[in-house]
């Protein structure tokens, strides 16, 4: 049975990453144990040459002591 699962994403804008934190507090299907954001640049020369969001969420579906449900988590390439 599927206990929890930790989920890193990444996103190009401050307001995509706090969207996706938002709407998996929201989510029924399971608890948001813990979640972090964090803003990283990567540089070249001394100059940022890319930013990005990193957006990690740790999702709990069941108790491990006593788990009431079978999970199957389907994860979708766009």
């Known amino acids: 049975m ?3 699962t930790v989920e890193t994403h990444r996103f190009d804008t401050e ?3 706090t969207r996706t934190i938002e709407e998996a507090k929201q989510d ?3 608890i948001l144990s813990k979640y972090s954001t964090e803003h990283k640049e990567r540089k070249s020369k001394g100059e ?4 990005y969001y990193k957006v ?3 999702k709990v579906f069941n108790d491990i002591k ?3 449900s079978d999970v199957k988590v389907v994860y979708e390439v766009d």
């Not at 940022?48 to 930013?51: D, F, G, N």
């Open 48 to 51: 940022v040459v890319e930013e």
């Open 66 to 68: 006593e788990p009431i």
């Open 56 to 58: 990690v969420l740790t």
């Open 28 to 30: 029924g299907s399971y």
């Open 15 to 17: 307001k995509q990453a």
């Open 2 to 4: 599927l206990i929890s």
